[in-house]
């Protein structure tokens, strides 16, 4: 059961920072084994937030995140009652969530108001922006904050804004891209045959790189052969065993006829016995 698999194993993580992430659920993409390489994560937490940090928002903040998580950098939490929100995440917002914690915790806000103070800083509303920051600066000072923190803290929101992710998206994304992953390093075969069943033509620009990935981890994509390859990948001892039909021209009909010869006359001799 796809509910089942691990998401936790720590040789999902080893795999993730060896930057072979083709086919895994939104990670795959160049920018993200850049941030991969940066961030070498090695937990499921990691995941999550690196799943968020490579959007435009904290993008900036990526190598400030792999500093402070790596002890190399000074964390700054602006305030003593903000610690428990950046605490996870290094003093660096990086969720929509801890935006709304925030305004809670400094301005007062109720859970609705702190929604629509996220929100309108996300969709750039210059009106409502104004209003909302009158009364999150207001708040604020009423519940001992000094200006400069205030205005600190601010700054911090409206550069997240320009598009934070929402963390309970990135935790379902992180748990699907590990258990993907789980089973990429448990059964390679089988993963990379179900991957490039949805690419199995050369033209296809990801094949390539599906193949090359295989090559560093020693698997094989062996050649169509007409006494073993069928309509789609198969698995054997050598290696993935490319299908007929990969081969231009070659439809699924004609080749269901040729397993259909050979299991009624067994393997074809030569050429002309094809």
């Known amino acids: 059961c796809f509910y089942d698999i691990p ?17 895994l659920f939104q990670i795959e993409s160049s920018i993200m084994k850049k941030a991969i390489k940066i961030l070498q994560p090695n937990c499921f937490e990691d995941i999550v937030a690196l799943i968020s940090l490579v959007r435009p928002g904290p ?13 190399k950098e000074k964390i700054n939490y602006y305030s003593d009652t903000l610690k428990p929100i950046l605490e996870e995440t290094y003093g660096i917002i ?80 992180a748990i699907i891209c590990c258990r993907m992953a789980y089973l990429k390093y448990k059964y390679p075969l089988e993963f990379y045959s179900a991957i490039l069943q949805t690419s199995s033509t050369t033209n296809d620009t990801k094949f390539s790189l599906y193949v090359s990935e295989m090559k560093k981890r020693k698997l094989n994509v062996l050649t ?24 231009h021209g070659i439809n699924e ?9 050979r299991t009624k006359n067994g393997a074809f001799k030569d050429f002309f016995d094809f």
Not at 224 to 247: A, C, D, H, Q
Not at 253 to 261: A, C, D, L, Y
């Open 59 to 71: 993008m900036d903040s990526i190598q400030s995140y792999a500093r402070r998580k790596a002890g």
């Open 253 to 261: 009909q004609f080749t269901i006829k040729v397993m259909e010869e």
């Open 224 to 247: 169509p052969n007409v006494n073993g390859s069928t309509y789609k990948f198969e698995i054997t001892e050598k290696g993935l065993l490319f299908p007929l039909t990969g081969i």
């Open 7 to 23: 998401y936790k194993d720590d040789e999902i993580f080893k795999l993730i920072c060896t930057e072979q992430t083709m086919g």
């Open 94 to 173: 990086v969720y929509q969530e801890q935006v709304n914690s925030i305004a809670r915790v400094m301005a007062g806000f109720s859970m609705g108001e702190a929604d629509l103070f996220r929100r309108a800083i996300s969709k750039k509303k210059i009106s409502e922006m104004v209003k909302m920051k009158e009364d999150f600066v207001k708040g604020s000072l009423k519940n001992g904050y000094s200006q400069k923190t205030i205005d600190d803290v601010y700054d911090l929101i409206l550069r997240f804004a320009n598009y934070g992710f929402n963390k309970s998206h990135a935790v379902v994304y």
